[in-house]
């Protein structure tokens, strides 16, 4: 048996809500993903590092290619399209419960000039009989070459490891990119801004749509008492959104407060006080000042 290290970048890529985050957290076994059960939840690239005692995978969790509608959707489609070129295999995710779409045809027409290996990974087989299942890989498999396919629950854990063995098998050997205790490379304040992003995203449901933006205002360890004091901005674009957020005497505020609270004392394991504000900044989406402010920057890719 071969001993030597491997390691590689792996792009995960799908159309929105096939289950990209929740693999990713599944994976790395810990909350760096936000999960929504609505689409379009992941913005940038989250890198989840996985490291074993014979290989080190470098997740990127892609925003979902989809057609733009506005200039934040070019930016995530633009992120999307950038990472395949720059990774060593790709996983193209597909939810076994929703079959082909027209979505999916976008997506394999993007990776047509792709040199890379492709994978297609059909998730959320835990929602579909087993009959069902082959009908639909004959679907995919005429329409691209792909390397191989692996169906999963990422929610169950169903053939995860398998998964990892063969994208494993993939790799070349390899430097270790990250140290072993690291298992992503964004830095705290946006894990911590994408875990208060998700809790306003659960608790208000179908009323706030993907209009919100969190903004980290001000982070420190005060001296003498250990814990971390955030202080955070929630920006909407219109007022009416706001009301939404803040809720009732501020007792929606409030939840959000608490809920995130606990996600991120677990991911910084100290206590932590954190103040929220609600700010209204009219159409953000589309204009690249207010994209650059909160982080959507075009010149990074």
Do not use: C
């Amino acid at each position: 048996m071969d001993h030597t290290f491997k390691s590689g970048f792996i792009s995960i890529i799908g159309r929105p809500n096939v289950g990209k985050s929740t693999f990713m957290n599944r994976v790395i076994g810990q909350k760096i993903a936000i999960m929504s059960d609505k689409p379009q939840t992941t913005r940038n690239k989250i890198q989840g590092v996985l490291t074993q005692d014979d290989a080190q995978i470098i997740f990127i969790d892609t925003p979902g290619i989809h057609k733009p509608k506005h200039k934040l959707g070019d930016f995530m489609v633009k992120v999307a399209e950038n990472t395949l070129n720059e990774v060593d295999a790709i996983l193209f995710m597909i939810n076994a419960a929703e079959g082909y779409g027209r979505g999916d045809q976008f997506i394999m027409e993007r990776l047509q000039n792709i040199k890379k290996p492709v994978f297609l990974i059909i998730n959320k087989i835990d929602q579909v009989h087993p009959n069902d299942l082959l009908p639909l890989i004959e679907t995919y498999k005429d329409k691209y070459p792909f390397k191989e396919i692996i169906p999963i629950s990422a929610l169950e854990g169903n053939n995860v490891d398998h998964l990892l063995e063969v994208i494993k098998e993939n790799l070349d050997v390899g430097p270790k990119y990250y140290p072993d205790d690291q298992v992503t490379d964004h830095p705290e304040r946006f894990i911590i801004t994408e875990l208060i992003r998700e809790k306003v995203l659960h608790l208000t449901r179908e009323e706030i749509p993907h209009s919100i933006a969190v903004v980290m205002e001000n982070m420190e360890q005060r001296e003498g008492s250990g814990a971390v004091f955030i202080q955070a901005s929630i920006i909407v674009e219109r007022k009416s959104q706001k009301g939404i957020i803040i809720g009732k005497q501020g007792s929606m505020l409030k939840e959000i407060g608490q809920k995130a609270r606990a996600d991120i004392e677990a991911l910084l394991g100290t206590k932590i006080y954190l103040e929220l504000w609600v700010k209204v900044q009219k159409d953000w989406r589309n204009r690249q000042t207010h994209l650059n402010e909160y982080g959507f920057k075009n010149d990074d890719y």
